[in-house]
T-cell receptor, first 112, second 111 residues
Framework: DAGITQSPRHKVTETGTPVTLRCHQT?????MYWYRQDPGHGLRLIHY???????DKGEVSDGYSVSRSKTEDFLLTLESATSSQTSVYFC???????????FGQGTRLTVV | DAKTTQPNSMESNEEEPVHLPCNHS???????IHWYRQLPSQGPEYVIH???SNVNNRMASLAIAEDRKSSTLILHRATLRDAAVYYC????????????FGKGTRLSVIA
């Protein structure tokens, strides 16, 4: 499983509250990603990182921010959660330039 | 990102080979072809990838057309555990280029 841990695995939160999801890896890989998956959609890229403090936006980045202050942790923050952000969130890491990516087990977030 | 086109769904009988097609007519010379699959209630998992030549691993084979405008993922003997959504993805060779998923093909395997 490439040592990826997502936390929490499940969370219910209220609209307007801040939420932070954590992706932790144990192997010091450079590339990390956050995706969301909703019924009827495949995975959509939110943000990604290619090194400490190096991040970039994906296709659905509005309403989300990320931080990567150390190699092993990539944090996804919803500054003010909305019901449209109810989703399953997946973190992924990639070992090298043209190698495979490994995905976490997902975090199911419900915003009520 | 270069786009891929896959059938929405396919069905296979257990223990028979499965050929999952992917069209990518706008592929560039440096795009790698990646395949991932997602089992129910799990994160995606890597299956195989290639650039120009056909590739084999313990999970599957990847057949790439000579003009690289299409490819086929081959599962040699489908099992019930292979029922999943299969994603064909093009990814440029730059290290910072992420994987961008489409909707994939939902494979059903019938016992």
């Amino acid at each position: 499983d490439a040592g990826i841990t997502q936390s929490p695995r499940h969370k219910v939160t209220e609209t307007g509250t801040p939420v932070t999801l954590r992706c932790h890896q144990t192997e010091n890989h450079r590339y990390m990603y956050w995706y969301r998956q909703d019924p009827g959609h495949g995975l959509r890229l939110i943000h990604y990182s290619y090194g400490v403090k190096d991040t970039d936006k994906g296709e659905v980045s509005d309403g989300y921010s990320v931080s990567r202050s150390k190699t092993e942790d990539f944090l996804l923050t919803l500054e003010s959660a909305t019901s449209s952000q109810t989703s399953v969130y997946f973190c992924a890491i990639r070992v090298g330039v043209n190698t495979e990516a490994f995905f976490g087990q997902g975090t199911r977030l419900t915003v009520v | 990102d270069a786009k891929t086109t896959q059938p929405n769904s396919m069905e296979s009988n257990e223990e028979e080979p499965v050929h999952l097609p992917c069209n990518h007519s706008t592929i560039s010379g440096t795009d790698y072809i990646h395949w991932y699959r997602q089992l129910p209630s799990q994160g995606p998992e890597y299956v195989i990838h290639g650039l120009t030549s056909n590739v084999n691993n313990r999970m599957a084979s990847l057949a790439i057309a000579e003009d690289r405008k299409s490819s086929t993922l081959i599962l040699h003997r489908a099992t019930l555990r292979d029922a999943a959504v299969y994603y064909c993805i093009l990814r440029g060779s730059s290290g910072n280029t992420p994987l961008v998923f489409g909707k994939g093909t939902r494979l059903s395997v019938i016992a």
